[in-house]
């Protein structure tokens, strides 16, 4: 079974403070994404990478920015969190044939990021 | 652009009713459909999709039909559980990348 990780299920920072969410598969998988979940908003796309050190925008880029410098791992950061960027944080991947595949992206449990 | 939209919840049934969340879809091109769920304190995970027009997907009861001239992929089941208490997302996947566009999600509650 394709598993994703999340490193963490709750959080609690400080206003301006800089933020890392980590996420791992351990299926070989070339996509992997970035998601906030809010209620009644659904899932919105932060960022998502198809390819090691590749990286594109998603919907709500502003205030995030991600790294990925090995295939399993795709990392977001908050550089200076903010209080309206308290909400739910879903990592996902998806493999089959490349960027424009339509397999089914796997997600993980989520990270609940409060900011204070 | 492209868009989800599902009704709203919360959705109470009591155990062994029949379920409708209904979904309909604005979409450039022709999109993969899917519905996703989640259960309390999980990720998402993939109930089932289609990738065409006419399509049917199943999966553990539940059928969602890919209906393009009603842009439509509502979801069914004929006897719910109390165990089908979750968190439904009805997505589409359409463009260079396929992203994921998700509903806002409709909460289904079972009761005994």
């Known amino acids: 079974d394709v598993k994703v990780t999340q490193s963490s299920r709750y959080l609690v920072k400080r206003t301006g403070e800089k933020v890392f969410l980590e996420c791992v598969q351990d299926m070989d998988h070339e996509n992997m994404f970035w998601y906030r979940q809010d209620p009644g908003l659904g899932l919105r796309l932060i960022y998502f990478s198809y390819d090691v050190k590749m990286k594109e925008k998603g919907d709500i880029p502003e205030g995030y920015s991600v790294s990925r410098e090995k295939k399993e791992r795709f990392s977001l950061i908050l550089e200076s969190a903010s209080t309206n960027q308290t909400s739910m944080y879903l990592c996902a991947s998806r493999g089959g044939g490349g960027a424009t595949s339509t397999d089914t992206q796997y997600f993980g449990p989520g990270t609940r990021l409060t900011v204070l | 652009g492209n868009s989800v939209t599902q009704m709203e919840g919360p959705v109470t049934l009591s155990e062994e009713a029949f379920l409708t969340i209904n979904c309909t879809y604005t979409?450039?091109?022709?999109?993969?459909l899917f519905w996703y769920v989640q259960y309390p304190g999980e990720g998402l995970q993939l109930l089932l999709k289609a990738t065409k027009a006419d399509d049917k997907g199943s999966n553990k009861g539940f059928e969602a039909t890919y209906r393009k001239e009603t842009t439509s992929f509502h979801l069914e089941k004929g006897s719910v559980q109390v165990s089908d208490s979750a968190v439904y997302f009805c997505?589409?996947?359409?463009?260079?990348?396929?992203?994921?566009?998700f509903g806002a999600g409709t909460r289904l509650a079972v009761h005994p």
């Open positions: 997505a589409l996947s359409v463009g260079g990348y396929n992203k994921l566009i």
């Open positions: 979409a450039t091109g022709y999109p993969s």
